[in-house]
């Protein structure tokens, strides 16, 4: 399938996803936040689809936000709407998949591009990476999840501080805040993500979507993630992977997901 916002290329099991309006520093107007849903949707769909990193083209930019010249005009229900559907379509969806997604941060992660990264599994920076949640200063908020996922990872005070500066901050501060798991130069970036991406394809799919529920569980309002947790736990047992998985351990061989 082409699209005409990003690109998708699958390569022993990786789907990488770019995110490819360079000129415009990969802002995300409706049809890249449509075009993306596909792509998710698909990689989610493809079983032989093990990890999906989502990274951004040219030097500059992850993603500069959302597109500010789609909403300038809008009204207050369209833009509820325009937060809501958005949140539907890629944040939630993105944070929800049982393929394991990993931000590979190239450059400018503002707003969207910001929450986006932050909707991803974990993120990898390169140190040319600037960050922020800039949306007070335009008159508006953060509103694709960010005023929720920020504080979860960096903690409540830093979040409130980088929502009300709208500041941005640099990769290696994004590690310190624990935004970030690692910070490497820009030619660095997609092989070490690549890396990680074999570590994890090692083990088993199944199991990796189940502990995505669990952990997600606990961030979810009304919801007891050690419920879920023993649910998932229980789910596990008879299946094909925790078969392979515990007879390649007792046979003292590596499992074959
Ligand atoms: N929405 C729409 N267009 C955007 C954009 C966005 N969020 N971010 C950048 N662009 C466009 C610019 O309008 C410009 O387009 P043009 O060449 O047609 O005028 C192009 O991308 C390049 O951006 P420019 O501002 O010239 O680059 P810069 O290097 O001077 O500055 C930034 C880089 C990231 C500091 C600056 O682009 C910026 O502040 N962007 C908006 C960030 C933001 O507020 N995001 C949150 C949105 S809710």
């Known amino acids: 399938m082409s699209y005409t916002n990003i690109l998708s290329e699958i390569d022993d099991g990786i789907n990488i996803i770019t995110i490819n309006r360079p000129s415009k520093l990969n802002a995300l ?3 890249t936040i449509e075009e993306l849903h596909t792509a998710f949707a698909k ?3 493809n079983a032989s ?3 999906v990193i989502i990274t951004g083209s040219g030097e500059k930019a992850f993603v500069a936000g959302a597109d500010i010249s789609e909403f300038a005009n809008f009204s207050k229900s369209q833009g509820a709407e325009l937060a809501r559907k958005g949140q539907e379509l890629l944040f939630d969806f993105v944070a929800e998949m049982g393929t394991p997604v990993i931000a590979a941060i190239n450059g400018f992660a503002l707003g969207g591009g910001l929450e986006l990264a932050m909707a991803a599994h974990f993120r990898v920076a390169s140190d040319t990476a600037r960050m922020g949640l800039p949306e007070v200063s335009l008159g508006v908020i953060p509103g694709y999840g960010g005023t929720q996922r920020l504080p979860q990872l960096v903690g409540k005070g ?3 501080e980088m929502i009300m500066t709208a500041g ?4 290696n501060t994004a590690l310190s805040y624990g935004l970030v798991n690692h910070v490497v130069s820009s030619e660095e970036l997609l092989p070490l993500v690549k890396k990680i991406a074999g570590k994890i394809m090692r083990n088993s799919p199944m199991a990796i979507a189940a502990a995505i529920n669990a952990v997600n569980a606990g961030y979810e309002n009304g919801v007891d993630g050690f419920d879920t947790e023993i ?4 789910g596990c047992f008879g299946t094909n992977d925790f078969k392979e998985g515990t007879t390649a351990f007792l046979e003292k061989r590596k499992a074959r997901f």
């Open 168 to 171: 941005m901050i640099d990769a």
């Open 158 to 160: 830093r979040a409130m």
């Open 43 to 45: 990689a989610e769909e």
């Open 231 to 234: 649910e998932e736990f229980g």
């Open 49 to 51: 689809t093990r990890i």
């Open 29 to 31: 107007n409706k049809e």
